[in-house]
């Protein structure tokens, strides 16, 4: 691992911005909207089930559920609730998304190298989050939402150092070169 020596003039940087823009609405859409008006968004994955509420609201938090209602349960009861409000997604994809915010970060900052080291921190990482949503899916038992905090965020950390690394070995084979030959 070494600090990067000008971290915010690259590309990467600005990715991590837009990204930043994204978490931060995803905490205030619940914030801004009146208390209690969305709650129980409980559906199916890959479905618009909550079209009706979301109809309702303005520009942006209309999309922020929006994409909530399509790419995540959002189980009312496996949810966190800010202001009275249902957040955009479920307690396990929130700290993913918090999760990547910091993996992201971090790579702001740090570079760091592709190695078996790197491979062990993939299954150590992503095991308990694996082990936990299989246990729940299967009936084995039915987690909390702290333990979908703790298997969530490391699980999105990592994913960010590796959208980080994915940038750095992308940019060493000049694939962002305006200038290259063929």
């Not at 940087?13 to 859409?29: E, G, K, N, P, T």
């Not at 800010?82 to 307690?91: A, D, R, S």
Request: charged share 15%; hydrophobic share 50%; aromatic share 14%.
């Amino acid at each position: 691992m070494k600090r990067r020596i000008h971290p915010f003039q690259s590309l990467f940087f600005v990715f991590f911005i837009f990204y930043m823009i994204w978490v931060f609405l995803l905490f205030l859409a619940p914030l801004v909207l009146p208390s209690g008006s969305v709650s129980d968004l409980s559906g199916v994955v890959g479905v618009s089930d909550n079209d009706a509420v979301i109809r309702n609201m303005s520009f942006p938090w209309n999309a922020v559920y929006s994409v909530g209602d399509r790419i995540c349960h959002q189980k009312s009861e496996r949810s966190l609730y800010l202001n009275g409000n249902e957040m955009p997604f479920c307690t396990r994809c929130t700290a993913i998304w918090l999760g990547l915010a910091l993996g992201l970060g971090f790579m702001v900052l740090y570079a760091i190298e592709l190695n078996e080291k790197f491979f062990i921190a993939i299954i150590f990482s992503l095991l308990p989050l694996g082990i936990d949503g299989i246990g729940q899916l299967l009936g084995f038992w039915e987690s909390t939402n702290v333990v979908r905090i703790l298997t969530g965020l490391p699980a999105g950390m990592l994913c960010g150092v590796a959208l980080g690394i994915i940038f750095d070995e992308l940019r060493s084979m000049h694939f962002f070169n305006k200038n290259k030959t063929l």
